[in-house]
Structure formats: structure tokens, C-alpha cells
């Protein structure tokens, strides 16, 4: 089916939500329903989402309920032109918004996407996609966010902010059963310490679950659930104008893994049918994440807030691959990531109460990542096996184990200083602007070693140990002018510049010449207008944009022989929109649903040149960007009917649509995955302080690839194919 039929259908499918939720009228009525309204602090301070002039999704608590999400990566079916790819658990999942995205196996590579959970950045990748749990609200905010939060993103940033500590005591318990063997219960607790002064808040999750990959080497099942994650808060107020935030957390992430399934004849000869591998190598993504930090906030007379945010995070993470997904020993993967991270800000917000509001910072970050990546391809590498498993495909020699081991430290500083201000010229119209400058310095200690025999070469010492340094530093500005068309209707235009520094290639396959590249920047022009429409009974808001890179930091994996580097392309462009809309059809129905369009191109993106005369051999001028599907939609409904004792009967469903998407640069149509639809219900019963639910995710149990790649040197296609339908047995209760 065709990206324009799927769109349509979505749309049908939206419209037909709409008339089932009779009575729908948009006449004025007395007893009318309306939508609650949502606050947000991605200005560091409480606003009314309408009136801020971002694009920026917000998903309440009640919403994440509602679509079942239980961590990060599950918002990307909520939020338009949000990607993320691998299976659930991957530590090195990458993510992309608004078609840019980090690949986040290089310790070296700065993330595009910010993550930040009451104010403090996660850091790399493997605290990203972090637990649901306790949380108040979620804000996804599109484009270059340098000028509002800490760390320099140029995707954007996630903005998680928790429920705080409580004065009176409450406790929430989630209990989930279902297929897989699933056994999650998750909850919190939280109340009063000493009378007036010290609260407390704790939350803890701990699941389990079979996987459903079955590996027939033997008989285990790969991409199964085993981890715990806990997190407990004080709140000390100190004085009516002085409180101290304490804050720490612990995550065990364990998890048989099966990154990769081959698809082809080859898939069907080493283990047939999808969800079945055939490996004889262990397969493991672990984490071990924990983290502390302490905010104080304190509030001049005059109304002026001073924030000091301290924090200190460290993960490591352990991932093992068999490479060639299949029983014979050929080859595999080892790689061991180290994350230490300090951060300190301080923040001065204004009153907010007159016509000139600002938010000043300064922000420094020291952050240590250790990289260890080891590959084996061991004596039965090229040997044809009776079946003739790999034929003549693979490069290296046969009988002779090849090994190659990298190993590294990358060191990073950064300090920023930032500051946003925004001046209401008349009551209607108010113009904003924001400076930001960065400084970063990045030290690198790297070594490759080991004997790499193949057919076409001889390598020993590969890289010997070195040291390299770089500095970049660059000013971020932007402005823009927002204009309250009426007390439902805003609409704004805005502009604003992003960087991102330059940074080390830390993996396997390295060329010594290619260890390093360059600093990315660019430039996003975008206007939006946000409603209010009907009594608030509709939420209509959109925004379109257009972001032209230089230098843009380009992943690509193209070669078994040359592994995973980061490169810049010249000059890529992209744009595209997103529309969101939210409605209270009637005081028991609501509808939701949204849509996102990015279109992209490298513009000047030369990967080879003629070593003779310097012109390009090899272009990607005209490509789509890796990881940027053209279309991203959802669209949902929920219904309740009072049911006299038993309580309220609740119904949901949601659906979810992701076009298809290269998942490489040179755009090779086997790099090209499949558009798909996952739906996803609900159905319960609720009544005072607890639910209990029947639940389904991806209820038509549909077929589709999280991941897609074909890797030359052993001449497969690599495929991570989306979990099949899942269902179970929820209980909630509150106290």
C-alpha cells in the first residue's frame, strides 16, 4: 500500500472516530466538555502550552497511560516525527527527530536528541530510553533547543518532568501479567517526613518476561525482559523560599539478544521463518545505569529564581553479538561502553509578571567514555558449509582467525552560557530572542590492534596507541515574534541556529585518517500557529519547518571492512511539518491524533574522490537521510459509560503509522525497510482508586522491521524485526 493510501486511511480512520463519539456538536452548549489544560516548564517557568511558540508535544501522565507507554521509546507512536529504531531494550537504539538521528554506538558522536529528567541531562545513549515511571508529564520539543536547556542538541530535546514529593501520603501499585510469560509490577510511594519540612517519594519497577526470538542452536529465546530500576527523591524546604531536591536512581538492564535476524534465502536456510535465529555465539545487551543529583532553588524578594542543578551520572553497558547469525563460528562481537558525567548549572529565571521575561544560564560538563570493541572471526570463516550457508561471499581467509581490538578513552569539556528573553511589545504581540555560546574540548587516547588477515590484506598493529585532541566553539542565536490572534488562537515565526562539535570515529574498521570529523552547524526557520477552537473543546495546533545543515554528521555502515564511522556531508536540507489535534467530543469520548512529514536530501555529500584528479567517484548528492521516514501518524479514541457498581468502562484504541526509511546514506534498496501500522486497545473497568484492564500492543500482530541492513563482506541482510502481538491482564490501584 502506498504512503498516500495509508495517510488517507488514517485520515478515514480519524474522521470515523469522530462520528462514532455522537453526540459531537460544535455549538456552544452550557454543559459542554472541555479539555484540560496543559502546563509545561520548557521555558523554566509554568506556562500554558498554547502560548509558548515551540513545536512541542506534551504527553500528561493520563496519556501515558493511556497509549501504554512504559519508557521513552514508546512516545514515538504519540509523537509526530519521532523515531526510534532496534529492539525495546537496545542500549545503542538510535533515535532520529525531525529526520536527524544519532547513532549512538560511538562514544565519540555528541547526541542530536537531549534527554533531560527534572532539568539534568541523561547523557549518552544508554540512559536515554529511561523508565515511565512517577512522571507528572513528558515535552518533546522539535528543532535546536540551545538557548532553554544545558547541553547543546540539535534535534531537539525530551524534557520528563516527575511528580515531586508529596505532602500527604500516597502510593500507586501496578501489577501487569500477559503473554510471554510478563511479570511487571511497578508503583510508587510518597508522603510526609517531617512535619513541613522533609518529603519523600519512592519508585521501583521490576520485570520480567520471556523473549520471543527462538534461537534453534539452543533452544533459548533471544530479546527477553530482566531488569529492575528504582528511584527515591527528598524535598527539603528549607524556608518559604528555599527548597533542596535530592534525587537518585539505579537501573539493572539484562537481556538475551537478538539484534539481528538475516532475511533472504540465507534467513530461510539458517533458521526458518522471522522471530528464529540459528546462533552459536552468545548474544547480550546489559546496563547498569545509576545516578545522583541534588537541585536547590531559591526565590529572591523580588521573585527572581536562582537554580543550581548538581549531578553526576555513570553506565556501563555490555554488548555481545554473533555477527554472522548463524551455527557455525564465524564471527562475533564484543563491546564494552563506560559512561562518567558530572554536570553543574545555574539558572536565574525572572518573575515573569511584567512585559520583559528572561532565562539566563550557565551550564559545564565533564564527561569520561571508554570504548572497548573487540571482533572475532574466527578458523570456520569463508568455509562453505554443507548447506551452503555462506558460500563464497565472506572476504576473510579461510582457516586463519582474524582479530581486531579497539580500545579508547574520550574525554569531554564543555561550558556554555546561554540566555532567552522575550518582550511583549503591545498585549498581543511579543518578540524573543536568545544568544547561546559553547566552548568544547575533546582529548582522545586510541588504540587498534591485532591481526587482521583476509584475503585482500595483511594488517598488524592496525592503529597504534595515539593521542588526538580537537576544540570547537561556536555562538547560537535566535529570535522570533509570536502574535495572540485572538485568546484561542497564537500563531509565531521563529529562528534559530544550532551546533553541534566535531568528535572521534571510536570503532571497529577504522582508516587512521578518517578518526575524526568536524563540527556540524544549521540553521531552522519555523512558523506555527496553536488553537483553541469550539470552547476548548478542540486543540488544533501545527508548525512547519525548514532546516538547512552544513557539515551535517553523517553515520554510514557500508562494509563489514571499514565498520561504523561518522562523516559530514557538504550541505543537506530538510523539511517538512507536524499537526496535532486533540478533541472532547462529548463528556465521555475523546479523540486525539497527529501527523508528521519531513522530506530530505544531501545536497553536497562526496564519499570517494579519484585519487588522481580529486573529482568525485561517489556522491550521495540527492539521498534521502538515513532513519527519516517521510510520514509519521497516529490517531486514537477513548470512551467511558458508567455501568452503575461496577464503575466506568473504559475503552481505548490507538493505531500508528511509519513510512519507510533508509537506514543508510548511500540509499542501497536493501537498506530500505517497509511502512507499516501497529494498533494497539484497551478495555477496563474503573472505579474509585483502582482499574483493572484488558491490554493489547500491536494487536493485528503485524510484521515489521525496527532495523534493516545489508552488510557487504558477508553479503546478508540484517533485519530486527518489531515484537509480535502482546496482551495481558493490568491491576491498578491507588491508595
Known sequence: MSILRKLRCLTQNTVLLLILGAPFSLQVQAAAPVLDEIVVTARKRVENVQEVPISITVITAAALE?????????????????????????????????????????????????????GIYMGRSMGVNSDLVGIERVEVLRGPQGTLFGRNTTAGAINITSKKPSEEFEAEINVNV??????????????????????????????????????????????????????????????????????????????????????????????PGVHTVNMDSPASDNRDIWGASATIEYTLPSGLTITSLTAYRDGESLFENDNDTGPLAQ????????????????????????????????????????????????????IPSQNDFYGNSVFFTPGVPTIDETFGIVDVEAIAVYANVEFDLTDNVTIFGGLRYTEEDKDLVWEESGLLLTALDLRLSVIPRFEDSLSDSAIS?????????????????????????????????????????????????????????????????????????????????ENLLEGLKIGNAAEAELWGFEIEVDAAVSENTSVWGSVGYVASEFNNFVRARD????????????????????????????????????????????ASYRGDQYFGANNDPRDLSGDYVLVNGTIGIEKDNWRVSLWARNLLDKLYENELRFVAGFEEQWVNYGKPRSYGLRFQYEF
Not at 511497578?186 to 523473549?211: H, L, T, Y
Not at 523560599?241 to 535530592?246: A, E, N
Open 66 to 118: 493511556r497509549i501504554g507507554a512504559t519508557r521513552v521509546k514508546d512516545l514515538q507512536y504519540a509523537v509526530p516525527n519521532l523515531v526510534f529504531t532496534g529492539f525495546d531494550g537496545n542500549a545503542f537504539g538510535p533515535v532520529s527527530l525531525r529526520g536527524i538521528s544519532t547513532e549512538a554506538r560511538v562514544n565519540g558522536f555528541d547526541l542530536a536528541l537531549g534527554v533531560y529528567v527534572d
Open 611 to 654: 585519487p588522481i584528479t580529486g573529482e568525485p567517484t561517489v556522491t550521495y548528492d540527492g539521498n534521502r537521510l538515513p532513519q527519516a521516514p517521510e510520514w509519521t501518524a497516529n490517531v486514537g479514541a477513548e470512551w467511558n459509560k458508567d455501568i452503575g457498581t461496577l464503575g466506568d468502562l473504559v475503552l481505548s484504541l490507538d
Open 178 to 271: 500477559g503473554n510471554f510469560n510478563l511479570f511487571d509490577v511497578r508503583g510508587s510511594m510518597s508522603g510526609e517526613i517531617v512535619s513541613d519540612r522533609v518529603f519523600g517519594r519512592i519508585s521501583a519497577i521490576s520485570k520480567r518476561a520471556d523473549g520471543y526470538v527462538e534461537n534453534l542452536f539452543d533452544d533459548r529465546t533471544f530479546n527477553d525482559a530482566d531488569y529492575t530500576w528504582w528511584r527515591g527523591q527528598l524535598r527539603f524546604v528549607a524556608r518559604d523560599d528555599l527548597i533542596i531536591d535530592l534525587s537518585f536512581d539505579d537501573l539493572q538492564d539484562e537481556h538475551i539478544a537478538a539484534f539481528n535476524e538475516l532475511s533472504g534465502s540465507k534467513g530461510d536456510i539458517s533458521a
Open 331 to 382: 564471527s562475533s562481537t564484543f563491546f564494552r561502553d563506560e559512561m562518567e558525567q558530572f554536570t553543574q548549572e545555574i539558572r536565574l529565571v525572572s518573575p515573569g509578571d511584567s512585559r520583559l521575561n528572561y532565562v539566563a544560564g550557565i551550564f559545564y560538563l565533564s564527561q569520561t567514555l571508554l570504548t572497548d570493541h573487540d571482533l572475532l572471526v574466527l578458523e570456520q570463516a569463508g
Open 477 to 557: 542565536p535566535t529570535a522570533g515574534i509570536s502574535w495572540s490572534l485572538s485568546e484561542s488562537v497564537n500563531v509565531y515565526g521563529k529562528w534559530a541556529r544550532g551546533f553541534r562539535s566535531g568528535g572521534f570515529n571510536t570503532d571497529l574498521l577504522i582508516p587512521s585518517n578518517e578518526i575524526s570529523f568536524d563540527s556540524e552547524t544549521l540553521d531552522s526557520f519555523e512558523i506555527g500557529f496553536k488553537s483553541e477552537l469550539f470552547d476548548r473543546r478542540v486543540r488544533l495546533n501545527a508548525a512547519a519547518f525548514y532546516t538547512d545543515y552544513s557539515d551535517l554528521q553523517v553515520p554510514t555502515f
